[in-house]
């Protein structure tokens, strides 16, 4: 089947919605579709983008450049049906609007609400409109906040996608000793946080709790250099953190195997790249490579991770409530047994959600 993919992202880019839209491009590769990633823009300079996402396969990319940057959907929804497109993959509402006025199948990843002043509009013409099309919410507690507000869809169906993990990747890892020695990092019990650092990932709690805990090494993963450099001078005080920035997926499963306990700090508001916020709907792509990597996840108590993990694969702690941090923290830090046994659960619970796995629902039906 061909598939062509539009994507609002940037590409490249380290923002967590780019590197989604590779990994969902690179699936329906690896499940043997011809696959095209349409995305806004001019064609950059050339990158490594097998190492910069995390990639096997690379989709072909095709950059839509318009002074206008609001008809990018629309050019893209044309382009789709000048490629002979079978089916079009959408994160834009507007390209699937397009897309199923010009009479082709039509799929829209939901991440969050529809935003701006006719994202409302956008999103009720898909639900209403008709033509084959599929919605696809990221968890089940958007699909229900998006049917409260606007109505479910109709003369189509709905499937709950949430993100995913590339499972080959981290098949071989090594144990966080060897992966600390690899990566030059400090050999103390180490607690890891994947992501960036926009305000309600918690990187004030990473901080108190690494004053807390001295005696173990706390390590950040991601982050846009002023960010990083904002955080790296509050820390300056503590010997015992580091702040990576910016590295390539590629070494992602490295380091987080290098985490004997990893860290989703969240608070109740989480912002995102474009500043909304989606704490109550999210689907972190961390958390499937958390459980994938094995340690022990210690994670905020947002009902909406719980879609995904419970007691037996985490160790839950209110948002608000420092002393509860500090107090499981300490007993995961105590209990190697304990850790292990989290990390085998959360192992054996993440084979449902590879990326390949993912592709194969979200396109049941559609070949």
Same mark, same amino acid.
């Given at each position: *089947?061909?598939?062509? +993919?539009?994507?609002?992202?940037?590409?490249?880019?380290?923002?967590?919605? /780019?590197?989604?839209?590779?990994?969902?491009?690179?699936?329906?590769?690896?499940?043997?579709?011809?696959?095209?990633?349409?995305?806004? =823009?001019?064609?950059?300079?050339?990158?490594?983008?097998?190492?910069?996402?995390?990639?096997?396969?690379?989709?072909?990319? !095709? &950059?839509? /450049? /318009?002074?206008?940057?609001?008809?990018?959907?629309?050019? #893209?929804?044309?382009?789709?049906?000048?490629? =002979?497109?079978?089916?079009?993959?959408? &994160?834009?509402?507007?390209?699937?609007?397009?897309?199923?006025?010009?009479?082709?199948?039509?799929?829209?990843?939901?991440?969050?609400?529809?935003?701006?002043?006719?994202?409302?509009?956008?999103?009720?013409?898909?639900? $209403?409109?008709?033509?084959?099309?599929?919605?696809?919410?990221? $968890?089940?507690?958007?699909?229900? #906040?998006?049917?409260?507000?606007?109505?479910?869809?109709?003369?189509?169906?709905?499937?709950?996608?949430?993100?995913?993990?590339?499972? !080959?990747?981290?098949? @071989?890892?090594?144990?966080?000793? @060897?992966?600390?020695?690899?990566?030059?990092?400090?050999?103390?019990?180490?607690?890891?946080?994947?992501?960036?650092?926009?305000?309600?990932?918690?990187? %004030?709690?990473?901080?108190?709790?690494?004053?807390?805990?001295?005696? #173990? /090494?706390?390590? &950040?993963?991601?982050?846009?250099?002023?960010?990083?450099?904002?955080?790296? %001078?509050? #820390?300056?005080?503590?010997?015992?953190?580091?702040?990576?920035?910016?590295?390539?997926? !590629?070494?992602?499963?490295?380091?987080?195997?290098? =985490?004997?306990?990893?860290? *989703?700090?969240?608070?109740?508001?989480?912002?995102?790249? @474009?500043?909304?916020?989606?704490?109550?709907? +999210? @689907?972190?792509?961390? *958390?499937?490579?958390? *459980?994938?990597? =094995?340690?022990?996840?210690?994670?905020?108590?947002?009902?909406?991770?719980?879609?995904?993990?419970? !007691?037996?694969?985490?160790?839950? +702690?209110?948002?608000?409530?420092?002393?509860?941090?500090?107090?499981?923290?300490?007993?995961?830090?105590?209990?190697?047994?304990?850790?292990?046994?989290?990390?085998?659960?959360?192992?054996?619970?993440?084979?449902?959600?590879? &990326?390949?796995?993912?592709?194969?629902?979200?396109?049941?039906?559609?070949?």
């Amino acid at each position: *089947m061909k598939i062509v +993919c539009v994507a609002s992202s940037q590409v490249p880019s380290d923002t967590a919605n /780019s590197i989604q839209a590779m990994k969902v491009a690179q699936s329906f590769l690896q499940l043997g579709h011809e696959v095209t990633l349409l995305v806004p =823009g001019l064609r950059p300079s050339p990158l490594d983008l097998q190492l910069h996402y995390g990639l096997s396969r690379v989709p072909a990319i !095709e &950059w839509i /450049s /318009s002074r206008n940057r609001r008809l990018f959907p629309w050019k #893209a929804a044309l382009r789709a049906r000048r490629l =002979g497109a079978d089916l079009l993959y959408c &994160w834009p509402s507007q390209a699937a609007v397009a897309g199923t006025l010009l009479g082709l199948p039509s799929l829209l990843e939901a991440h969050d609400y529809p935003t701006g002043r006719f994202g409302p509009l956008w999103y009720r013409l898909f639900l $209403t409109l008709p033509g084959r099309k599929r919605l696809l919410p990221i $968890t089940d507690a958007l699909r229900r #906040a998006l049917e409260a507000r606007y109505g479910p869809l109709r003369n189509g169906d709905t499937v709950i996608a949430p993100d995913g993990v590339d499972l !080959e990747r981290y098949a @071989s890892l090594p144990d966080p000793e @060897s992966a600390r020695r690899a990566l030059g990092l400090r050999a103390d019990p180490t607690v890891l946080c994947t992501g960036h650092l926009y305000e309600g990932r918690g990187a %004030d709690l990473f901080l108190a709790l690494a004053e807390k805990f001295p005696q #173990a /090494s706390f390590v &950040w993963v991601g982050g846009r250099p002023a960010d990083v450099a904002a955080w790296k %001078d509050r #820390a300056a005080r503590l010997a015992n953190v580091t702040f990576t920035g910016f590295v390539p997926n !590629e070494r992602i499963p490295l380091y987080q195997a290098a =985490g004997d306990i990893l860290l *989703m700090p969240y608070g109740r508001t989480v912002s995102t790249s @474009s500043g909304g916020n989606t704490a109550e709907v +999210c @689907s972190p792509m961390k *958390m499937f490579e958390y *459980m994938a990597a =094995g340690g022990a996840i210690l994670t905020s108590d947002l009902p909406v991770l719980r879609e995904v993990l419970d !007691e037996t694969m985490a160790v839950f +702690c209110p948002p608000e409530d420092a002393g509860a941090w500090e107090a499981a923290l300490g007993g995961l830090l105590g209990d190697e047994t304990r850790r292990q046994a989290l990390g085998r659960r959360a192992r054996g619970a993440v084979q449902a959600y590879s &990326w390949i796995e993912r592709g194969k629902r979200v396109l049941d039906g559609f070949q």
